[in-house]
């Protein structure tokens, strides 16, 4: 990957094993203040679809700083061009959409046998964590004139109060506790782990019309040592054909772990009713402890979680 580029691989079959395309697909930017006249690193990219399109969403970094972010923004691509395979000389059709503040925004999959929304011309739904106690919805509609008039695309967004989460740089993933083997070490702090941001981080899921969405923050476990807990939420979006967008919250709720442990890195898995999974990376104390540390775990999940510490599943 080069500054301004991403590569994607699209399946010519159904079969996985079988034959790619293979795409360098840039990603222009090179218009917006503070790119210096070229193309900005897409960071952090993820993807979504609709019927019509392939939504890529990325953070947008300076060439040559890799800590100067410019913008939020989301690339629409055609996903009749990408299965079709494109021909010498022909050019992908992409639509730009470049937000305010500086939020990831992640685009929505459809749970197994969800229908697409193909009101206003086809609608794809993404969603932002922007404020401590706000979350964004973000619609793009009129998606299958993607191909004709890429121009035409709209974008709307509205924010919705929603429960209160610690908005920004997380702490430590590990609580501070040093254990045993690390006092015998001389070690005097925990080490930590990447927890990256109060965002979130994995694509969001639409199961029965509503978005599924969970992200990490910085919290103080009963100990006071500095942990991070999940907060997730469950929206249901309403598009008319004003258009005018709204949204509201369905349920709501967070998964805190017993003191010691630290939750990081989640994602939702759903099926249609809205029933399945939070995955997540589970941290402990203890080095001994089963599924060891960090591990991969699992939560079920039902319109919230179920009682009782989540269990490490297994070693990834």
């Known amino acids: 990957m080069v500054s301004g580029e991403i590569g994607l691989a699209v399946s010519q079959s159904s079969d996985p094993l079988g034959a790619y395309f293979i795409y360098h697909v840039r990603l222009v930017s090179d218009d917006l203040s503070g790119c210096g006249g070229v193309d900005c690193f897409p960071d952090y990219p993820h993807g979504g679809y609709d019927a019509n399109a392939l939504f890529i969403s990325t953070?947008?970094?300076?060439?040559?700083?890799?800590?100067?972010?410019?913008?939020?923004?989301?690339?629409?691509?055609?996903?009749?061009?990408?299965?079709?395979?494109?021909?010498?000389?022909?050019s992908l059709?992409?639509?730009?959409?470049?937000l305010s503040g500086d939020s990831f925004v992640q685009p929505s999959?459809?749970?197994?046998?969800?229908?697409?929304?193909t009101a206003n011309g086809g609608t794809e739904y993404l969603m932002r964590a922007t404020s401590s106690n706000l979350v964004s919805v973000v619609a793009?509609?009129?998606?299958?004139?993607?191909?004709?008039?890429?121009?035409?695309?709209?974008?709307?967004?509205?924010?919705?109060?929603?429960e209160p989460y610690e908005k920004g740089v997380v702490p430590s993933a590990r609580p501070n506790i040093v254990g045993p083997y690390c006092a015998s070490q001389g070690v005097t702090s925990a080490p930590s782990l990447n927890a990256d941001f109060s965002e979130f981080q994995a694509t969001i899921q639409k199961a029965g019309g509503n978005l599924y969405g969970v992200l990490p923050f910085g919290s103080k476990d009963g100990n006071g040592f500095s942990r991070n807990v999940l907060a997730w939420f469950i929206l249901r979006p309403t598009l008319?054909?004003?258009?005018?967008l709204t949204a509201n919250i369905v349920a709501q709720g967070y998964v805190v772990p017993p003191d010691g442990y630290s939750l990081i890195?989640?994602?939702?898995?759903?099926?249609?009713?809205?029933?399945?999974?939070?995955?997540?990376?589970?941290?402990?104390?203890?080095?001994?402890?089963p599924g060891g540390f960090p591990s991969?775990?699992?939560?079920?999940f039902a319109g919230f979680p179920k009682p009782?510490?989540?269990?490490?599943?297994?070693?990834?």
Do not use: M, W
């Open 308 to 316: 009782g510490k989540p269990e490490p599943n297994r070693i990834i």
């Open 140 to 162: 793009i509609s009129n998606t299958r004139e993607i191909d004709r008039s890429p121009g035409s695309l709209r974008l709307l967004n509205v924010d919705v109060t929603a």
């Open 265 to 289: 890195f989640p994602a939702f898995a759903v099926n249609r009713a809205g029933r399945g999974l939070i995955g997540f990376t589970i941290s402990n104390p203890d080095e001994n402890a």
């Open 93 to 98: 059709n992409i639509a730009r959409f470049v």
């Open 296 to 300: 991969a775990a699992i939560i079920e």
């Open 59 to 90: 953070r947008l970094l300076s060439s040559g700083c890799s800590t100067c972010f410019v913008a939020p923004a989301v690339y629409v691509l055609s996903k009749a061009q990408l299965e079709a395979g494109l021909r010498v000389g022909e």
């Open 240 to 244: 008319t054909n004003s258009p005018s």
């Open 109 to 117: 999959v459809p749970a197994p046998h969800e229908p697409f929304e």
